[in-house]
């Protein structure tokens, strides 16, 4: 399992300094693909500038956390 990245500079891809924080939700496989039930939630952060993105499971943490972690 890979660990989130932990670059220092910003984007990892151009080096901006923002991001935005959003949320998506897939289904998994069998019954609750069939019945389209929303199991996985994964938060999405999003650099402002080129738009690279980086998935996080929802674990409940702070998005505050996560910009922390995208930006270094």
Known sequence: MSQPSTHTDGCEKCGHGDAEVGTISTTGGGLSKMFDIQTNSFKVVS?????????????????????????G
């Open 47 to 71: 650099c402002t500038n080129c738009g690279y993105s980086e998935l996080y499971r929802d674990t409940g943490s702070g998005t505050s956390d996560l910009v922390d972690v995208f930006l």
